[in-house]
């Protein structure tokens, strides 16, 4: 599963030092024994007789690998057993839920049987041990790197109306708060996607694994690509889940990308002919809806996960932008957006009709008030491995032509700055915004829905690729394996098999996955032959 404050996008809206040739060899080994422990722990969370055997653990490593003897962290662990083990399969290792800084859902409290379900097929009943771990500084890791200064303020800026800039104010010192308190306890220096790779061989030492299978899905493919850069003998295969690329710079054409993402929104109606129908011109729409709400925005009360009574979320233009981009993450949101946009027009609150506005406010805050997310483990990635290869001048040009449905993105432009210019940490060495180039199988898995990364985005980089195997699903968003038992299908013996091909079979799973979806909903197919 993905989470999001994800990076770039809604890590945007709420808003390390390279290794030495003395710290890392050539081929990406640890030069000299590293202090880590892998500590056994009673499982924290509740399970039944359904769920695979289950054990449990912190992982701690130096917090600086630099400084051995320093400060060390945690960060959770936990094995699920296959039912019948198969000592020729690698265990896979799913490197967590993205962000960077969003939690598994590992914590006692929201920890469910979703945990391992997701990827049953292609682990515990394949004979495959599936281990699943929360990245430093999120989720159940010790610290936990998130900003309670950002979800305090967060609960009051979203109960009044702020301008863009007003935002942009009560946010900035919600992080200098935070870094100035965090700061204090941990180096924020040390929480990238090269020191995650270095705890993930520093896990499969201790746990005797002689290779991982890697599993990433949004940022935590990054991760897999930098175990595969930094420690290729750690690795055996790669399944990457709405990758996100190292070579590309996100932030360099985010705007242009936010509009496209809303473009592929209208074009989901428009092209249904009832759709269409029923809702034209929804991007001009949605423009005068933005300038209206900013003008005169609408109080709509809600109930997020974090909240015992109605919360008044007062939705401005801008603010609707961020709560419709992240909807766009689901395809099930698709369908709703026109809904969300012809309810929003009116003044009519009939309940029925403010029903999908209210579920996507509510799981717009459900995300921004997350106490398990770890925001400045996330501010602490960008800073170091995206920051410095934005040439923000361009970024700036290239937002200011993209009108209406552009603004919140130029707003964000300038909160990053900000973030960074707070964090003061060095910038990476250039290898962090270079091709991965591994010669390790690979099989990549995206939605042609993506609100992230462009269909063609991927097409494009995913040709560094040498070894890799490409699965588009034109009618899924973000986190195909989730949506789509086709893709884990695929994921499964591409595990078993990595150099035998896997489209074709996919493709046939998926016609009849939409076939059974078309005689339960009535809905088309998409025409025979697409990809899946």
Request: glycine fraction near 4%.
């Amino acid at each position: 599963m993905s989470d999001s404050r994800i990076f770039p996008a809604l890590f945007l809206l709420l808003g390390l030092l390279a290794l030495s040739a003395c710290e890392r060899s050539s081929q990406g080994q640890v030069a000299a024994a590293e202090p880590a422990r892998l500590i056994p722990k009673p499982c924290w969370f509740h399970s039944d007789d359904s769920w695979p055997e289950s054990q449990c653990y912190m992982m701690e490593v130096p917090e600086n690998y630099a400084k051995p003897s320093g400060r060390k962290v945690r960060f959770p662990v936990v094995r699920f057993k296959a039912s019948i083990p198969d000592p020729a399969k690698m265990p896979l290792l799913h490197l967590g839920a993205g962000g960077p800084g969003a939690s598994m859902g590992l914590e006692p409290e929201n920890a469910s049987d979703w945990l391992w379900l997701n990827y049953a097929k292609m682990t515990v009943e394949d004979g495959r041990d599936l281990i699943i771990m929360d990245p430093r500084g999120s989720g159940m890791a010790e610290p936990r790197l998130n900003c309670q200064e950002f979800i305090d303020d967060a609960k009051t800026a979203f109960q009044r109306k702020l301008t863009s800039d007003e935002e942009v104010r009560v946010f900035t010192y919600s992080m200098e708060r935070c870094y100035n308190r965090l700061s204090r306890v941990a180096d924020l220096a040390q929480y990238n996607s090269a020191t995650v790779a270095r705890d993930v061989e520093s896990l499969r030492e201790q746990m005797g694994v002689a290779q991982f299978n890697l599993y990433g899905v949004s940022y935590a493919s990054r991760y897999a690509l930098t175990v595969a850069r930094d420690y290729p003998q750690a690795a055996r295969a790669l399944v990457l889940n709405s990758a996100v690329f190292p070579n590309i710079v996100y932030t360099q054409h985010l705007a242009q990308d936010t509009v496209a993402a809303f473009q592929r929104g209208f074009d989901f109606c428009s092209e249904d002919k009832q759709c269409d129908s029923r809702f034209p011109d929804l991007k001009s729409r949605l423009e005068s809806l933005v300038q209206a709400l900013d003008e005169h925005p609408r109080t709509i009360e809600i109930k997020h996960h974090f909240s015992q009574h109605e919360y008044p979320f007062v939705l401005t233009g801008q603010r609707l932008l961020r709560v419709l981009f992240q909807s766009l993450y689901n395809e099930q949101f698709f369908p709703n957006l026109p809904r969300v946009i012809a309810a929003l027009e009116s003044d009519d609150s009939d309940a029925q009709a403010m029903a999908p506005v209210k579920k996507a406010v509510a799981n717009f805050m459900n995300i921004v008030l997350d106490p398990y997310f770890g925001d400045a483990a996330g501010v602490s990635h960008y800073c170091y491995e995206e920051a410095p290869f934005v040439d923000f001048d361009k970024a700036r040009a290239n937002a200011a032509n993209t009108g209406i449905l552009g603004g919140a993105v130029r707003t964000d432009l300038e909160l990053l700055q900000v973030q960074c210019r707070i964090w003061a940490i060095p910038g990476a060495s250039t290898i962090e915004a270079q091709p991965v180039h591994t010669a390790l199988p690979v099989m990549l898995l995206h939605g042609g829905l993506d609100p992230i990364l462009a269909a063609k985005d991927v097409d494009k980089a995913r040709r560094e690729l040498p070894n890799h195997q490409w699965l588009l699903f034109p009618h899924l968003a973000h986190d195909v394996i989730s949506a789509s038992n086709c893709a884990e299908d695929a994921a499964a013996r591409f595990l078993d098999q990595p150099q035998q091909p896997q489209r074709e079979a996919a493709l046939a799973c998926r016609q009849r996955e939409l076939a059974q979806r078309s005689e339960a909903e009535q809905s088309p197919l998409p025409p025979a032959g697409q990809q899946p």
